[in-house]
């Protein structure tokens, strides 16, 4: 039986076009290991992971007449050697021109007639380091056999890679009279698939994601809640083009976990949390950036941030498994307000009242983080998704903040020392922040239209600052020391 991809992930397809090319990415950095690592050890590596992900040889084949939604079919000429791909800069190669090559590849469009995911091998990065680059379309993550390439290369294991024994075959193609047998049995199964196939074709994706998205299996859900509201004006909300411009900015955890101990005490001592502090580390990057380009900053204003956030129901027995959902906060960052302190206390105040209505709470980062395996390439494209789904003109930016895990990971005995996440721009959406926390630092990834932002490096540098700016203000007055 082939396996049809959903009415949401059919609308996403279709949507698709060369400016908003609906793929999510990262950028992970290693230390080259004694035994070194190059290309044949990159591939012989990803050739065994892939075992375990057996979407990632099956490529989309479409039905004739569109009487039904594309089906995953194996890849007959599957060439792991057109997917994993070599790249070098010139040596010593610097961050930023591991960004500039990064803003290069991303926003080209995956090819469709063959399994939706690239990764490069980038060498020459100085102090003795190499990054891959890594791309997987949204389709990939669609309910089942949700887990981005990036999710399966590393691991806990500083030995190397144990090996899996090469067993697959590609099962053959069905025929186009197979294909339709199959779209007319499933309309006869599910009238409704028919009406919604139809409608993706025309209508605004908004239209099929009112429906809840199951994504990596039963463990998440998507559910947005809108709001009525529309998005202040912003510079954040233009034209976009081809072309991109990429930013990686590396903070330590230790900071945003100073920030909420001395800000977070008293009466906010239970409602501030780290993703808290990262947003009103965002809001201050926001408010310096507007400045410097000589934007009007007045006490109200506010950029509108739509901010997927996992929680799950409070009823949930301590002893069960977290079952988180990802749900759609829309977050008004203060950016008007002068006192970092209070832009702080404000965020935290919305986003509690988000997640705790309606009998649901904010998952914990532990949690979060054993969901299993490398879990925050696959849950920023969930978070990218969801900002998909929802109307563009609700928000002025997506932010995506997950938790990743507090100790080293490896790719074939090579130590990860760094990861941040690329996420896709929408239509009308000039950038995008994605960030990962990971072995005591939080790596931020912004992702923006290189028109309209040309200044997105002053954004990054405007975290750095507005990080040591929460970390200077001092106590509100009133807190217990």
């Not at 089906?71 to 790249?87: C, E, K, L, M, T």
């Not at 990064?102 to 100085?126: C, F, H, K, M, T």
């Amino acid at each position: 039986m082939t396996d049809r991809l959903s009415a949401l992930d059919t609308s996403f397809l279709r949507l698709e076009d060369a400016t908003t090319p609906m793929h999510v990415g990262s950028v992970m950095v290693f230390d080259v290991p004694d035994g070194g690592f190059d290309y044949a050890r990159l591939v012989d590596l990803i050739s065994e992971r892939i075992a375990y992900v057996p979407r990632y040889r099956q490529r989309i084949k479409t039905v004739p007449g569109g009487l039904g939604n594309p089906v995953w079919v194996d890849d007959q000429s599957f060439d792991i050697g057109y997917h994993v791909r070599r790249s070098a800069l010139p040596r010593p190669g610097s961050d930023e021109q591991l960004e500039e090559l990064v803003a290069r590849i991303q926003p080209r469009p995956l090819d469709r007639s063959r399994p939706l995911w690239e990764l490069y091998l980038v060498e020459g990065l100085a102090e003795d380091r190499f990054a891959i680059i890594t791309k997987s379309h949204h389709s990939l993550v669609d309910g089942v056999h949700g887990v981005d390439i990036g999710g399966v290369l590393v691991d806990g294991n500083p030995g190397g890679a144990d090996g899996v024994l090469a067993t697959w075959r590609p099962k053959p193609e069905p025929t186009s009279a197979e294909l339709l047998v199959g779209a007319l049995a499933d309309v006869v199964r599910t009238p409704s698939q028919l009406v919604d196939t139809v409608r993706s074709g025309v209508d605004d994706v908004t239209r099929t994601a009112s429906k809840v998205a199951s994504v990596a299996g039963d463990v998440l859900s998507t559910l947005a809640r809108v709001s009525t509201r529309p998005a202040p004006e912003s510079p954040l909300n233009a034209s976009v083009g081809r072309a991109r411009r990429y930013v990686m900015v590396g903070t330590d955890l230790d900071d945003y976990r100073s920030v909420r101990s001395r800000l977070g005490q008293g009466s906010f001592a239970d409602e501030v949390t780290i993703n808290d502090v990262v947003l009103a580390t965002v809001a201050g990057a926001f408010r310096s950036w507007l400045l410097t380009r000589g934007e009007p900053v007045y006490p109200g204003t506010t950029v509108r941030a739509l901010v997927p956030v996992s929680v799950r129901s409070v009823d949930v027995g301590e002893d069960a498994p977290p079952g988180p959902e990802v749900t759609a906060c829309f977050v008004d960052l203060p950016v008007g307000e002068p006192k970092p302190s209070m832009r702080l206390h404000q965020i935290a105040f919305s986003m509690r009242q988000q997640t705790e209505g309606g009998g649901r709470r904010a998952v914990s980062a532990e949690a979060l983080a054993g969901v299993g395996g490398f879990a925050p390439p696959t849950l920023h494209a969930l978070g990218a998704r969801l900002g998909g789904m929802v109307s563009r003109r609700l928000h002025n930016v997506v932010i995506t903040n997950v938790p990743g895990p507090q100790t080293p990971l490896f790719a074939d005995g090579a130590q990860m020392v760094s990861t941040y996440p690329v996420t896709p721009l929408g239509a009308g959406q000039a950038l995008s922040i994605g960030l990962t926390s990971y072995d005591g630092g939080v790596y931020y990834g912004l992702y923006a239209d290189r028109d309209a932002m040309p200044d997105a490096d002053v954004l990054g540098r405007g975290l750095v600052d507005a990080l040591q700016e929460l970390l200077d203000a001092p106590r509100p007055r009133g807190r217990r020391p």
